[in-house]
Every structure is written in C-alpha cells, then in structure tokens.
C-alpha cells in the first residue's frame, strides 16, 4: 500500500522534479567527501560511503568540511552525476552556494523533518517553486 | 535582496557582461541564504588554478571561459577584466618548480601555467597557500573578508577576529570582480557568540593534542562555535593551525573562542555574549584515544610509503624542525617524505639551508599545493603517515590509500624506518 505526504517549506533554487529518495543523516563533504565521477560518497566514515546520489533526490541534515563545496557538486552537474533535487535542514554558505550552482530543485525549512518522514526509495516529488515536497512511501 | 543603486547598475550590465554575471551569482546566492544586503570587502582568497581536470569540462580550455563557469556560474562565457579588490590566490593544483615530483607531464603543466598567468595579469595575486595569514594576508580584527579554505577561514575568524564566511570558489570569484559577498553568518556581531561549551579535561599540549581536540570538537558541534575551558597552556600559531583544520574537517567549524588567546572573547561570559550557557560536552582521555582511533581508522599496514609534512602549509619553524629531526639519518629507500610549505616561505627555506639539508636527508620540499589537492602521491603508494588530522580524513578517501596521524617526530621516524611505530600517545 502506498501513502503520500505533503511536505511545505521554503524553495531555493526553482523547478520541478521527481525521483527515488537517497536519504542519510550525516552531513556531507563536497571537496574530499565526494567523487564526481560517478557522484559517489566516498568519506570513509559516511553511512552513504561508496554510494552514488546521481539522478537520486538527496535528502540530508546539510554540508560540513571543505570549502570546496560548491566547486565538487558544480563538477557533479558538468559531469552529468548531480543529484536531481536536494532537500535539506541546516542552512550555511556551502550549501547555499552549492545548490545555487548545482541549478538543481532545492527546497529547505521544510514543516516536517524531511530526515524523519523519507526514507531512502520512497519517490518523491519536488516543486521547488512553490517550495513544496510530496513524497510516497514505498513501505 | 536590498542593492545599492552602484549594485543595481552591475547587475543590470552597466559595468560590462563579466560584472553582471558577477553580481547575479552573488544575488542568487544571497537569496538562497537569505541575506538582507551585501557587504564591502577588499580582502578575497579564491582558488581560481585549473588543469586539464577541471578545463575539459568547460566546452573551451579558454582561460576566461573556464574562469566564467567555474569561478562565476556564469550561463556563457564573458571576457574576465582584472580584479577589483584585493585578491589572493589559495592552495592550487600544482608545484611549479617540482611538479615532476607530482607525476605531472608538460602539456598538464603547461595549462596549469597558463591559468597562473591569466590569474597574475588579473591582478590576483600568486600566493598559492592554504594558509595566507601566514605570508603577508593578515586581516584585522573586524575586516569583512571573502574567503575559501577552512582551515584559513577558521583560523582568521577566531585567532585575528576578522569576519568571513566560508566561501567557495564561485562566490570568491565574482567577490574579487565586484568587491562585494552577502552579509550574513559571521559578517554580523550576533551571530559570532558561543553556542556549545566544551571543558578539557586533560593536558592539551603537543601539536598532535591539539590535532586530536580539533577533531573531536568539529565532530561534536558541527558547524556551532565552541568556547573551550580548560585549556592551561597558550598555544601558538601551528597549534591553532592544527587545531581548526580538525574541527573544519571533522565538521564545519568556522569559529571558536578560548578565552585568553582568541580575538573575541576574554572570559566564557564573553563567549556567549548574553546567549544561555549551552550544555557542557568533556573532553577527557577516553574522548582522546578513542578520537585518535578513529583518525588511524584506515590504516593497518604499517609499512609506510609517504609521510607528509604541512597541513596546513608548514611554518619556518616546522620546517626547520622536520631538519633538526632528520639530522644523521636518510629517508628509507622505501618511503618518501614530502614538507609543503607556502612559496614566499620556501624561498626563505632555501636561503636558511633547510632545503639543502632537506634534499640531503632525500626528503622534497614542495610549495603551492598538497597530495589531497592535487591528487598525486608517489607511485604504488598504499599507506600513508602525517601529522595532520585534517590530512589524514581527507586523503585516504580521496586517493584510496590507508593514513596513520601522529606526531611530527613519530612521522620522521616513519620516514626514516619505513614503518609505523606510533603510539597515540598511550
């Protein structure tokens, strides 16, 4: 049986978008912490280590570590291995920068904690327009 | 965002094409964070140094093409005109005196060197260190800067007490264009008061202490600011260094107090500037050799192949240190040691005799970049070593390689042995 919920909070960067969920609770490193290659996590001690967020809705608490940031996730677009839209909870400069350059849908502030009600494969529907997130569960 | 009638007319094209890409990207990014204004800044540090990595994605290896997507998110290509703040060039992909050391071939260096030269007849100038405040950058207490690096950006904020973010290269680039970044986050007084509060509990003394809580604390706050009690003895600038490379690595700590030695704050009061006191986290010896644990978590050979000296880029005095250490003995034939260090103090090292007596021992002084950077290391290397916890998170993941972190004594013995025999100071 599926069940859908409604999320409502803030878009960032605009569009629409839908795809399956990659959903973790560690925050991410851009430089040192991802290969855009493949658009893999590849920081050691990440729950996501050596898995890809290519093509994935990327739902996360948000960014630490390097300032290189933006720079690794603007690679991830020019490679083709960006995520298709990211949700997260913690804004900074890193990520603002990073969604800004990724030009994907992103949606933060959100009325529910997206890390508690999505799980990874559940799809998930973004309108970062109207800052709105619909998401169905799978399980 | 509210602009400035001066903004506004570069927003709407009346500077040129490159101004106005410039100040869209900082209008965009702004809003995203939800900035009210810009500020003024006359101090930028970007990375703006591209080899072939980098170029092959831009559709043209054209300098002021790759400049107009990677260090603007400029939608085409604009022509780049010189810089109008000051502008400093970070940490970059290459030693352009040993990059034969790096593996890297001519036709690399050769568009490496180009970028250097597009940058230097911008106006930015080739300082090519992660640790500018080292070499001649060293913001004043309250001055609006724009910069990348973490390490640095930490490092300014809490030690100087001047004011920035951390940037990336694309906000740095169109700040060095525009004179201009979001005033927001640690621009403004009231958001630069403590909001966790950590007790040590144990004598943090050695640069490798320092490493360890750096580490640990980034871990446990995240992106908050710290204030830490406890600390008994005045550290010093390779300390500090050490200490927020870690915590803006383990996390993203852009900021701390200790009360007695930071710009901001004289007293845990202080600190939290009228804020509730946060709850205490301890730091005691568990917290340390479990931390220490986790640092040398990749590694199980003990059969060292590159030990690696200066991150962040080495001070004079580590350098000088890394000699005094190797004195009458020679790195082993089966292991490599590399000391980074920022060019403008590399050209001193020369002067002093450390680069002589450096290359005699068989170790390589290197400036302008690191193994993490630019992604190089000596061939078939499986395990590395080095005394920097910032190091050793990022550069197993990056290159595949298993770290050990410990002392710098404990690294040059490596060097020299070939094997691993530290401690962890158990």
């Known amino acids: ?139 | 965002m509210r602009l400035t009638d001066d903004e506004r007319a570069m927003l709407d094209g009346a500077q040129g094409e490159a101004m106005q890409a410039a100040m869209d990207l900082l209008v965009r990014y702004g809003e995203v964070l939800g900035a009210e204004r810009l500020v003024d800044t006359d101090n930028v540090c970007g990375a703006n140094l591209f080899g072939s990595r980098h170029t092959m994605l831009c559709g043209s290896p054209e300098p002021d093409a790759v400049f107009s997507e990677l260090s603007l998110d400029a939608s085409s290509p604009v022509k780049v005109p010189p810089v109008r703040a000051q502008s400093y060039q970070l940490i970059g992909p290459m030693d352009t005196k040993r990059w034969d050391v790096q593996g890297v071939d001519e036709a690399e260096r050769d568009a490496i060197m180009q970028s250097e030269t597009f940058s230097a007849e911008h106006g930015i100038h080739l300082m090519n260190t992660c640790t500018p405040y080292q070499v001649g950058n060293v913001p004043v207490k309250g001055e609006h800067c724009a910069w990348m690096e973490s390490s640095a950006v930490v490092y300014v904020n809490s030690v100087l007490g001047a004011r920035t973010n951390v940037e990336g290269r694309e906000s740095t680039g169109a700040a060095m264009l525009t004179g201009k970044i979001p005033y927001w986050g640690l621009h403004l007084e009231a958001n630069r008061s403590a909001t966790h509060h950590v007790r040590v509990r144990r004598e943090i003394s050695s640069d490798r202490d320092w490493g360890v809580l750096g580490y640990w604390v980034g871990e446990q706050v995240q992106e908050g600011i710290p204030v830490l009690e406890g600390i008994t003895e005045v550290p010093n600038l390779v300390k500090l260094k050490h200490f927020g490379a870690a915590a803006a690595s383990s996390g993203g700590v852009e900021m701390y107090h200790i009360p007695g030695v930071t710009a901001e704050a004289r007293t845990v009061d202080e600190a939290y500037a009228g804020r509730a006191p946060a709850p205490v986290l301890e730091f005691g010896d568990d917290e340390y050799h479990a931390t220490y644990d986790q640092l040398c978590g990749t590694a199980r050979d003990r059969d060292v192949d590159l030990v690696m000296i200066g991150c962040p880029h080495a001070t004079l005095g580590q350098v000088r240190e890394v000699c005094r250490l190797l004195e009458g003995r020679r790195v082993h034939p089966d292991s490599a040691l590399w000391v980074f260090t920022p060019r403008a103090l590399r050209q001193v090292a020369e002067q002093n005799g450390y680069a002589r007596a450096l290359a005699d021992a068989g170790a390589v002084l290197m400036s302008d970049t690191c193994p993490a950077i630019g992604q190089f290391l000596p061939k078939g290397t499986r395990v590395i070593a080095t005394d920097s916890a910032k190091q050793v998170h990022y550069l197993p993941a990056i290159m595949n390689v298993q770290g050990w972190f410990g002392s710098l004594a404990e690294c040059v013995d490596a060097a020299t042995t070939g094997r691993w025999e530290g401690s962890g100071g158990r």
Request: no cysteine.
């Open chain 1, 1 to 139: 049986m599926t069940t859908t919920l409604q999320l409502t909070g803030r878009g960032l960067v605009g569009g629409v978008t839908e795809g399956e969920a990659l959903v973790t609770r560690d925050a991410i490193s851009g430089w040192g912490g991802v290969e855009p290659g493949q658009g893999r996590i590849i920081e050691s001690r990440h729950e996501l280590s050596g898995q890809s967020f290519a093509d994935k809705v990327l739902v996360f608490p948000g960014a630490k570590g390097s300032s290189g940031w933006s720079g690794m996730f603007h690679m991830t677009r020019l490679r083709s291995t960006a995520p298709r839209a990211m949700i997260f909870n913690v804004m900074s400069t890193k990520i603002a920068l990073g969604v800004v350059v990724t030009r994907v849908p992103a949606v933060t502030e959100l009325d529910q904690d997206p890390l508690e009600v999505i799980d990874s494969g559940d799809w998930v529907r973004v309108d970062a327009d109207r800052g709105l997130v619909v998401v169905d569960k799978t399980r």
